[in-house]
């Protein structure tokens, strides 16, 4: 068996092990979890050969040292690697050799991503190796002086730059239909969520992201808890606001004004401190049809960046020759 080794040498709090998450249990109090950039996480998987889970990191970033079997990974999202020193950049596989160290780091945003081409060993809750941080259950945090086990590691993937996704830029204005507790705001409240200019704030982490700015105070936080999702713009009792994402509660009593559409969640999760972002509220059809056309965009890169994931061809049958030009001299 091809058994390749990671040891943990330094390692960021918010580094995980994630799959693709645990739905259907959040009548259950469990939210499903899996990644906070998913189409980083989605990108980083088809580029190593598809095995499904991977090491997501933050602050701090994440280095180790390969041993046994060699294996490529690879690098997605906000993260930039360096193996044995050499800058290796972003959304990139590359292969490890026994005995490379590759450190990894975030870089222009929060969540970064790290696929071995080969199955992590990882615990699994609920069917799923997600890590719920908080409950420290599923694959777990990687902390130094651990060990991560991939078996079936495959070291013969082409080293490639793998593409990056649609609408990449940094987001600066995000599409939010308006509830589903607008009733606790005023319409003058109302006015500057959409008026107003918000920014990333540094408190964050996988239940989701403080967003500074103006304060929305609601008229009452005595409503009975009620459901929440992913993508919902919850507002505290001081007016402060938050995205929810990857770890979100399920049932809360701060009211939600606002639920950001599919595509834009993600991305806002991403920004680095202090990016603005502004909101636009759309209505249920116009977010049903945007997520849709996002939903087409991304199946189609997501064929792309597997297409790339290819073994390289054995030496024995390279054409080493080709286009040599052997001169002669005539003395």
Known sequence: MSEARLLIEAAGPLTTVQDAGRPGWRRFGV???????????????????GHGRVIELSLGGLTFKAEGHPVAVAIT????AEVNGVDVGGWCVVTLQPGARCRIRESGGNWGYCAPAGRIVADAWLGS???????????GRIAPGGVLTVRDAQGDLTSVAIPRPPQSAAITVARAILGPQQ???????????VGERFTASPRFDRMGMVLDGPRLPPSRID?????????ALQIDGDGRMSLL???????GGYPRVAVVIEPDIDRIAQLPVGAGIRFELVDEAEAIAQTRAAARQTAEWLTRVKAGARSRPPLITANLTDGVVVRRSMF
């Open 77 to 80: 999202g906000a993260a930039t």
């Open 129 to 139: 190796s997600s890590t719920h941080l908080i409950a420290g259950l599923g694959g």
């Open 223 to 231: 409503m009975p808890s009620e459901p929440a999702i992913r993508g």
């Open 31 to 49: 939210p499903p979890s899996g990644p906070v950039d998913r189409r980083a996480f989605a990108a980083a998987v088809s580029a190593s050969g």
């Open 183 to 193: 009733r606790f705001f005023s319409g003058e409240v109302l006015e500057q969520l």
């Open 245 to 251: 994402t990857a770890d979100h509660q399920t049932t």
